[in-house]
């Protein structure tokens, strides 16, 4: 590894992408495939973070009612009815075992563009398209906790966690994949990520190198 793509382990923050209950538990009306399965891995990761003072950013998807701050290929079928990550809906939420115990997402403060306080380090923010950087404040909320590495790990591969990584690598983050902490993952997508510098790291991994920065 070069050092320009290598990650800084104490200037690291997690984003955990789109962990909502609509999308991730079983039967839930949107669910994705697989998600439940890895919220062991993140909940060891997010454990090694909390545990070391390390921010950690939830990125939300809040869909309006009528569609209208939907992506265009999912308006329709909100518009229509389909009820998917509401404001203020039990479905919204980031599921029990990744939360920070007695939170709850304030849909006022999330769609207003600000990111919301959880615990110490920890936040919530909502992301209007499925890269987190997209039209969101997050590139200056990193900068300012002075990070300069960034873990992925969460719900969908092929698009949200993906699309985030292609944009922190264009701002010059260096980057982690949490391989088995991310739902949808595949052979070639992962290849590709890798050829672009993304490092490539199981939660176990990840985790370990945490136990050796400073508290």
């Known amino acids: ?15 955990i992408i789109d962990m909502q209950r609509d999308f991730v538990l079983p039967g839930a009306p949107a669910e994705i495939a697989g998600s439940a399965a890895v919220i062991p891995a993140i909940h060891d990761v997010v454990t090694a973070f909390r545990g070391r003072g390390l921010p950690i950013v939830h990125v939300v998807r809040l869909y309006l009612r009528d569609g209208s701050n939907a992506d265009l290929c999912r308006r329709s079928m909100i518009a229509n009815g389909q009820s998917i990550v509401v404001p203020e809906s039990e479905g919204a939420e980031v599921v029990d075992e990744l939360r920070p115990p007695g939170t709850a997402l304030e849909s006022s403060i999330l769609l207003s563009g600000h990111l ?54 264009e701002r010059d983050f260096r980057a982690i994949l949490v391989t088995d902490a991310v739902s949808r ?5 992962v290849s590709e990520l890798a050829n672009i510098g993304v490092n490539l790291m199981t939660a176990e991994r990840l985790v370990r190198q945490l136990s050796l920065v400073n508290a």
């Open 1 to 15: 590894m070069s050092d320009y793509v290598s990650p800084h382990f104490e200037r690291l923050a997690l984003l």
């Open 116 to 169: 919301q306080l959880l615990a110490a380090n920890e936040w919530a923010m909502y992301k209007p398209r499925w890269g987190a950087f997209y039209a969101t404040n997050l590139e200056s909320h990193l900068r300012s906790l002075g990070v300069d590495t960034l873990a992925i790990a969460g719900c969908n591969f092929p698009n949200c966690p993906r699309a985030t990584l292609y944009e922190a690598s």
């Open 185 to 189: 993952s595949h052979d070639q997508g």
